[in-house]
């Protein structure tokens, strides 16, 4: 019969963007294999780290079961290297990825990698565009944008591209810009000036190659018009017009940017999906639910929604492929990617 130990500990390098419920998605399967978790947040969220330590311990957690590693990056490899860690996870960037799994093969560690998206968002011909163009702009603008598996390319077939651009730019100006404590914010600031910098940089540089961009929405402390910026507010703002093949358009942009793609038809825009080195989430919008099923069994990632935009849950299994990294969070899938599944056998 087959029988799942835990490993042991297993050392989570968590991202900023969902300080709380990365580290969950993370815990909550390992602690439940019968494994316990080192943590090192991402340095801008010390606080929630501490806070989930604190939790923790509220909720009756024998010491050593959830631990706080505030240190640099520098000191990751000697975590690593340790006998006592036997496994990895990592959510955060495609070049950490490079360097964790890197470091985890170098001392022979399991891992799994959470990293970067691209995610396509299809919308056919008999698709309720009002709908989708509704479920676009939430999926691109929920969290301004820094999202991993938020939709970013939007790949709308010929016959409805006029009528969902009209109505995403409907959609996009509903938007609110203001405090994230305000319940009637919708659109918040970035994490940081640096982070605005940051997407302001890619943008030109997709421009730069040959691209359009509007800007949608009036955000605090913006403007297009060369006047210098101040804050971390970025406007919604539309790509169109990309060259096929630009570079700049193939780099995960952490903001509320969307690239929007003409598609001859479902096939051109199937294989716009796949043309990514990333693999995350996609989404598909057709009235035909069992057409849609059928087209997310060719996408190139590893999940599809239809008819919304992309999700992530306590209940559904995360993870991707290709650049987006591999193995899963979540459900019993999650639970399994640390433990070693042992064969006994009855003589």
Same mark, same amino acid.
């Given at each position: 019969h087959l029988v799942h130990d835990p490993l042991g500990i297993i050392f989570?390098? #968590?991202?900023?963007?969902?300080?709380?419920?990365?580290?969950?998605?993370?815990?909550?399967?390992?602690?439940a294999a019968g494994n316990v978790v080192l943590l090192k947040h991402a340095s801008n969220v010390p606080q929630c780290a501490a806070l989930m330590s604190e939790l923790f311990h509220r909720a009756g957690a024998?010491?050593?079961?959830?631990?706080?590693?505030?240190?640099?990056?520098?000191?990751? #490899?000697?975590?690593?290297?340790?006998?006592?860690?036997?496994g990895v996870a990592l959510t955060g960037s495609e070049r950490a990825g490079?360097?964790?799994? &890197?470091?985890?093969?170098?001392?022979?560690k399991k891992s799994t990698l959470e990293l970067g998206g691209m995610d396509a968002f299809i919308v056919l011909?008999?698709?309720?565009?009002?709908?989708?163009?509704?479920?676009?702009?939430?999926?691109?603008?929920?969290?301004?944008?820094?999202?991993?598996?938020?939709?970013?390319?939007? @790949?709308?077939?010929?016959?409805?591209?006029? #009528?969902?651009?009209?109505?995403?730019?409907?959609?996009?100006?509903?938007?609110?810009?203001?405090d994230p404590a305000d319940p009637t914010t919708t659109l918040a600031p970035l994490s940081s000036v640096h982070?605005?910098?940051q997407v302001e940089r890619q943008v030109a540089d997709i421009v730069a190659q040959g691209a359009s961009v509007e800007y949608l929405a009036e955000v605090p402390g913006w403007s297009a018009d060369g006047t210098p910026n101040e804050g971390a507010f970025y406007p919604p703002a539309l790509i169109t017009n990309i060259p096929e093949g630009t570079p700049a358009a193939r780099t995960e942009i952490f903001g509320p940017?969307?690239?929007?793609?003409?598609?001859?038809?479902?096939?051109?825009?199937?294989? @716009?999906?796949?043309? &990514?080195?990333?693999?995350?989430?996609? &989404?598909?919008? &057709?009235?035909?639910?069992?057409?849609?099923? #059928?087209?997310?069994r060719r996408l190139d990632t590893g999940m599809v929604t239809i008819n919304r935009s992309s999700a992530s849950?306590?209940?559904i299994p995360f993870g991707g492929v290709k650049n987006s990294g591999y193995g899963r969070e979540l459900i019993d899938?999650?639970?399994?990617e640390f433990v070693n599944q042992k064969v006994v056998i009855n003589g």
């Open positions: 989570a390098v #968590e991202p900023w963007n969902f300080p709380y419920y990365q580290v969950i998605r993370v815990a909550a399967p390992q602690l024998p010491d050593g079961v959830f631990t706080n590693l505030y240190l640099p990056h520098e000191l990751t #490899e000697h975590v690593i290297a340790s006998p006592y860690v036997r490079a360097v964790i799994a &890197s470091l985890a093969g170098k001392h022979l011909k008999d698709a309720d565009v009002a709908a989708a163009a509704e479920w676009a702009v939430r999926g691109r603008c929920r969290n301004a944008g820094q999202v991993c598996v938020a939709s970013k390319r939007f @790949i709308v077939v010929d016959d409805v591209y006029d #009528e969902f651009v009209e109505r995403y730019r409907a959609e996009a100006a509903k938007l609110v810009a203001g982070a605005r910098i940017v969307a690239q929007l793609y003409r598609a001859k038809d479902e096939e051109d825009a199937i294989r @716009i999906a796949n043309d &990514s080195p990333y693999g995350l989430g996609g &989404s598909v919008f &057709s009235a035909d639910v069992h057409h849609a099923q #059928e087209i997310a849950g306590p209940d899938l999650g639970l399994k």
